[in-house]
């Protein structure tokens, strides 16, 4: 019997290569800019989306936003108070959006989770947590056999927000203030493959209006829920 390595937490060349591919494509981006931080990769392109696209995905969460779980299946009153769905992936809209996320990041489409809506209303938030997996949390063993350890967000602001809603890096010491249309990129990893603490984020609550986003996170693997 050969034994699966638990190496989810450890620096990975599989891993780190796809850092560097990623990497590379959006450098050589015009329109994406790198934020500038020593402690994390993260990148930005203001209207990613149209505000007609914007417009048509906020529906669709509208259409089924339900109250937002925590990756380990608890739904979590305190500390994710949004409210979220799944979207289809075989909604037009999300389809194309989809596959556009995967030409901007280079990322395969296989790899990428089902793209997943938030809503929050005015005191609504997401509590600091990092994407990456715990490889000591109890659906690590299950995660690693679904496509592995998790590696870069891609994340959409689809409404301006008054005031409040922005993405807040604690480790790195910024804050990304919502704007309609613009996609966020970061990647959950080091340059070596291993969990980035510095990754560790928050949603930042809402204080006045509703922000809506859409995420996408990418698995090592293909993804195989
Ligand atoms: O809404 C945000 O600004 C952050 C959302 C987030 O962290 C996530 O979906 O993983
Ligand atoms: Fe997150």
């Known amino acids: 019997m050969t034994e699966i390595i638990d190496d989810g937490g450890t620096a990975s060349a599989a891993r780190a290569r796809i850092g560097d591919a990623v990497r ?8 994406v800019s790198r934020i500038d931080s020593p402690r994390l990769e993260i990148y930005g392109r203001q209207a990613f989306l149209t505000p007609e696209e914007c417009a048509g995905l906020r529906a669709l969460i509208d259409s089924d936003a339900r109250p937002s779980t925590l990756f380990s ?37 296989e790899n990428g989770e089902t793209l997943q809506g938030q809503r929050y209303t005015e005191g609504q938030e997401y509590k600091v947590h990092c994407d990456y997996f715990p490889v000591t949390a109890s659906y690590w063993p299950a995660m690693l056999k679904s496509g592995g350890q998790r590696t870069w967000t891609a994340m959409i602001y ?17 804050m990304i203030p919502p704007a309609e249309g613009m996609i966020l990129i970061w990647n ?8 980035n603490l510095n990754s560790l ?23 195989a829920p």
């Open 73 to 109: 299946g608890s739904a979590n009153a305190e500390y994710r108070t949004s409210h979220s769905c799944n979207l289809s992936p075989w909604d037009p809209l999300v389809e194309a959006i989809t596959g556009r996320i995967c030409a901007l990041t280079g990322l395969p489409p």
């Open 201 to 223: 984020h928050a949603a930042r609550p809402v204080t006045s209006g509703t922000k809506y986003v859409v995420t996408k996170w990418f698995r090592e693997r293909r993804w």
């Open 24 to 31: 590379a494509r959006l450098d050589r981006n015009p329109l």
């Open 188 to 195: 959950n990893l080091d340059r070596e493959g291993a969990p």
């Open 158 to 174: 689809l409404s301006p927000v008054e005031s409040g809603g922005e993405t807040h890096f604690p480790h790195c010491e910024f």
